[in-house]
């Protein structure tokens, strides 16, 4: 058996999230649909990074399976990509030694969340962006991504759902860049708890339009309470950019 490391791209917007649940469609059961087929009704396994939630987009997904075949990356990326839905690439596949794992062995992740500021709502947008038509202070939002920058203990930014029960985490890099009719926040650091992500930017977001006061930052960190932080950023403006080994 060689194990097998994919980059995997997936437009999350008709996906009941990653994993493989009992009702919806997910992205982990089309793939290992995908593979099935080409292991003749084999049932293979795949394990990812990690997981997004229903609506969550993902540019480079990290992935490993077991196979028997012996395929180059070429071929492996065509027979996929010919099973699987329009919503689904396979990027990437390449050996890699038998203890490699793609969720442990990470060592990072940058996520992207993309803000649509326009007045009206644009249909095209709208499994693609978060909808947010709000006049905001960008300076004081950028601020306030510097103090969520470095290590700290995000009990405050993590759903109440989180299994983890370490929640100290380094954001090593947050980038805000506003275009004409967007915001494109991009998140780095060591590894991201639930829902984490979403959680900041909603309440840089708060602090943006004055419901969140920008000093009160610091102490919403050190109060390790949900309840402190802003609401959790929709859905459908998150990217899982890259995972880094």
């Known amino acids: 058996m060689q194990r097998y490391k994919g ?6 917007s008709g996906f009941s999230g990653y994993q493989i649940q009992p009702n919806g469609r997910t992205v982990q059961e089309e793939i290992e649909k995908a593979l099935g087929k080409m292991h003749k009704g084999k049932p293979v396994s795949i394990v990812a990074s990690g997981r997004t939630d229903a609506g969550v987009h993902a540019k480079r997904q990290v992935i490993h399976f077991d196979s028997a075949l012996q395929l180059p990356s070429e071929r ?3 027979a996929v ?16 030694s038998s203890d490699f794992h793609a969720r442990f062995d990470a060592s990072g992740k940058t996520y992207k969340y993309v803000v649509y500021t326009g007045s009206i709502r644009d249909p095209f947008k709208r499994h693609y962006a978060a909808h947010y038509p709000y006049k905001i202070d960008i300076a004081k939002v950028k601020k306030a991504s510097e103090f969520l920058t470095g290590t700290h203990d995000f ?8 299994e983890m029960e370490k929640k100290v985490r380094t954001v090593t890099n947050i980038s805000i860049e ?8 991009t998140f780095t ?15 840089m977001l708060d602090v943006g339009t004055g419901k969140i006061e920008l000093q009160t930052i ?13 609401k959790t950023a929709p859905a459908e403006g998150l990217y899982l950019w890259e995972v880094y080994y």
């Open 218 to 230: 610091p102490s919403i960190l050190t109060g390790r309470d949900r309840t402190l932080a802003g």
């Open 178 to 185: 506003q275009n004409t009719d967007e915001i494109v926040f």
């Open 155 to 162: 009990t405050s930014f993590c759903s109440a759902k989180t």
């Open 7 to 12: 980059i995997v791209a997936y437009d999350g």
């Open 81 to 96: 990509n010919g099973l699987l839905p329009g919503d689904i690439s396979v990027m990437q596949v390449d050996a890699v």
């Open 189 to 203: 650091g060591n590894g991201f708890l639930y829902n984490m992500v979403r959680i900041m930017v909603g309440t």
């Open 76 to 78: 492996w990326v065509k």
